[in-house]
């Protein structure tokens, strides 16, 4: 079940540079997206979210844009910090789904100072 | 902040010997929720719990699973038969409305031997 995607696994960033996460999902039904961070040892904890009605959604460093035609979205942190390092889940929901999300797998962000 | 408290944090057990993973949601939270991660794999919904009932539950959530709110404040997930792919990373996660962002547990670390 490969309904939610991430394909990069890992992604090393520069401090102060902008760090941009990847999504891409195939359930056309999906129309609520969220961004989820993971530290070691903890559960993942809510980023960032947009409805499919918008196309954008920014909330300090963290932008999260979606493209419906290629059903694709984004996470972009500027400027990242090392504190940034995490895991970075993508997850859907649709057809009032709630909150019942499909994850992706995650990349893993390593900002070095 | 208030936080989903899950316990233990490791439990290992015996293959067929059954399990009790605990949860205590933010107290003024309605909606109740299990995901799990195996190793290496995606996050996974399980089940979602509502209004003293189960809501949503997934493929993997067969009649060796079930859940239970045996108080106010507790939120529990009993495997009745535990199989070696029952290990996993479980997290309880709870909202106050299904339109709210949900806020996970620290897991639980399943080890069936």
């Known amino acids: 079940d490969q309904q939610v995607k991430q394909n990069s696994p890992s992604l090393s960033v520069q401090e102060g540079r902008i760090s941009i996460l990847n999504c891409d999902y195939t359930?056309?039904?999906?129309?609520?997206f969220l961004w989820y961070k993971k530290y070691p040892a903890e559960g993942p904890t809510f980023l960032i979210s947009?409805?499919?009605?918008?196309d954008k959604n920014e909330d300090g460093r963290f932008t999260v844009f979606l493209n419906k035609s290629a059903k694709h979205l984004s996470l972009h942190i500027v400027p990242s910090q090392p504190g940034d390092s995490a895991v970075y889940f993508c997850?859907?929901?649709?057809?009032?789904?709630?909150?019942?999300?499909?994850f992706g797998g995650g990349t893993r962000l390593m900002v070095k100072p | 902040e208030p936080e989903v408290t899950q316990t233990p944090s490791h439990q290992v057990t015996q293959m067929g010997q059954e399990v009790i993973l605990r949860c205590v949601p933010i107290s003024n939270h309605l909606y109740f929720y299990w995901y799990r991660q195996i190793l290496g794999q995606k996050v996974e919904f399980l089940v979602s719990f509502y209004n003293n009932e189960i809501s949503e539950k997934s493929e993997i959530f067969d009649d060796q699973f079930s859940v239970e709110r045996p108080d106010g404040s507790n939120f529990t997930l009993k495997i009745r038969s535990t199989k070696l792919e029952d290990s996993a990373m479980y997290f309880c996660a709870s909202c106050r409305d299904l339109n709210e962002k949900l806020f996970f547990g620290s897991g639980t670390q399943l080890s069936v031997l």
């Open positions: 947009i409805s499919s009605i918008k």
């Open positions: 997850a859907a929901s649709g057809d009032n789904a709630g909150n019942m999300l499909t």
């Open positions: 359930n056309s039904m999906f129309d609520y």
